[in-house]
DNA sequence: CAGTTATTATACCGACTAGTAGATTTATCA
DNA sequence: TGATAAATCTACTAGTCGGTATAATAACTG
């Protein structure tokens, strides 16, 4: 039950520092530790993975790096920070991919292609992150745990707003928005269990597929002689 | 270590007995045993659901109970026994779903319907032994692990056959039958983790419109003037 | 009630592991 | 090179938890 105190290398504020060559250096250590930090978390994601957090021991992921354990804790205050960090890492991720598709432009029917794709995407390119982070979610801190909440309202709101915009433009035709949200985040979420790297699919064609059956879920059926060919 | 030797009451055979009062008295000791049984296991479903299985003990699994440690290990080998009684449990009420509606007759997509609709049900029925399965698979002897893949490519490889089946009777349209199929478990996987007891829909509700939508997925488009209204 | 057996509790062991203190090596720089 | 500071290791502690030997108790039988 320590304090979690945060113990990082002592260098801070490289920017401050008076003479020039000091401050190369401070930020040179800065990378290197950043470094360190990366090739730990990595290792962790590795063994979390594959043995669940509660089943993988300090002892094991320092020795995956060819250390011993206080080498991690020179970097990182306990077991939990270095979940937490993997957490908050696959959050960025997918964060950053909200981002990006926010900025587009189109129909509702490409934004939500898009948007179906790019999460798909995202989520496969960290699959070890986002697979570890619902998988131990009780492990980790109730204010970590409400991050991953808001983001999920987050998507859902989004997904529900494009919904609504789309059938107001007629574009689509549904009959609850709320479940047919969940139904496309299900089809994000769920990505991770059945794709198989180097399997007939790759990652980017895998999302394109998905994201088509998302849209032929949702829009307004029109007549047709013939069915869609991908 | 310990091999994990099955620790039952002596109680076996009731009806090999000669006398009848005593063969009743070992079929009632037979129906204490499991209730008891029932009990353990139903802790502990709800103690694993909530903490995990790494971060619960048995100690705690007894407490909740009102009783020790030892009364655990009269009924189950070890804590892995355990968590493999829960996640048989899981697939057996996956295969009744299974199995209940094999025997039912119709076009594919009556068929499709309730196949969604049944496994949505079972899924969130049984909500903690399907989250408690999926999140602890790696804690499983491999043995178990095979298993639930084989029960997930035994559904895969229905939903793949039936959607072929609809194609060739021209009632479905699908580019890729078997990303189809992932969708379509995506939507079952995926509803223990959105659903909320007592919200805004009952399960059955949840269900058929998760059914409609998987539907309207694959159905062949016709025309409509109005889309369609549930 | 006495004898017997099934059941449950007390109290412990041994193994494991998060976390730490202090020794030791490695890098930095006058 | 020698002094100093940072990084890393060795070796340990304290606490936890799965599992068990054994004692106590309840239940049943005659």
């Known amino acids: 039950m320590a304090d979690s105190v945060q113990r990082k290398p002592r260098a801070r504020r490289a920017a401050e520092d008076s003479s020039p060559r000091s401050g190369e250096r401070e930020s040179m250590r800065d990378l290197v530790s950043q470094l360190k930090r990366d090739r730990i978390v990595s290792a962790a994601v590795d063994l979390f993975y594959r043995q669940g957090y509660a089943g993988t021991t300090l002892d094991e992921v320092a020795k995956a790096l060819g250390m011993t354990k206080p080498f991690i804790y020179q970097y990182f205050g306990s077991k939990n920070d270095l979940l937490a960090e993997i957490c908050s890492r696959a959050i960025r991720h997918a964060n950053d991919a909200l981002n990006r598709l926010l900025s587009q432009q189109g129909s509702p029917s490409d934004k939500l292609s898009s948007i179906v794709c790019e999460f798909i995407l995202s989520v496969l390119n960290n699959q070890a992150n986002a697979v570890i982070y619902s998988r131990e979610e009780t492990e980790l801190a109730p204010k970590d745990r409400e991050m991953i909440r808001q983001l999920r309202r987050d998507f859902d ?8 915009e789309g059938i107001a433009r007629g574009e ?7 479940v047919a949200s969940f139904a496309i985040a299900s089809m994000v979420g769920w990505a991770p269990v059945w794709f198989r790297a180097g399997g007939r699919l790759t990652k980017e064609e895998a999302a394109d597929r998905m994201a088509a059956l998302a849209l032929s879920m949702v829009e307004v059926k029109r007549a047709a002689t ?4 991908a």
């Open 226 to 229: 013939e069915g869609p060919r």
């Open 157 to 164: 709101r989004r997904v529900v707003a494009l919904l609504e």
């Open 172 to 178: 689509f035709a549904i009959a609850d928005v709320r």
